[in-house]
């Protein structure tokens, strides 16, 4: 699973939605390979989810913020909203199985 790219524009994206959509790709292609690497360990689970909780729902509603200034469409954040739900809710998941063991 991956981010979809920032939507084709006529005119450039603004450096902050760049450095916005690169910071909370980058956090959610990292959390995504833990995932599915299989080796999973409860310290660095409970990192990931933590790092993903603050950082990627931050990022998220920065771009929201934006999203009308910068005619970011709304359909496309709602994507990358949910794809980063469905990671958030694996990590999640792992962290409960690894607590139960």
């Known amino acids: ?3 979809p790219f920032l939507p084709p524009t006529t005119v450039p994206w603004s450096p902050n939605i760049c ?3 690169r910071d909370l790709n980058e956090r959610f292609s990292t ?3 833990y995932l599915e ?3 999973l360990d409860n310290h660095r689970l409970e990192r990931h989810a933590s790092a993903f909780m603050t950082e990627v729902f931050l990022l998220i509603l920065l771009l929201e913020e934006y999203s009308a200034e910068e005619n970011l469409p709304l359909s ?3 994507d990358i909203s949910n794809r980063c739900l469905e990671v958030f809710q694996l990590l ?3 962290l409960k ?3 139960d063991e």
């Open 1 to 3: 699973m991956s981010l």
């Open 76 to 78: 496309w954040l709602e």
């Open 97 to 99: 199985i690894l607590h």
């Open 19 to 21: 450095n916005a959509f």
């Open 31 to 33: 959390c995504h390979a």
């Open 92 to 94: 999640d998941d792992n």
């Open 37 to 39: 690497s299989g080796s």
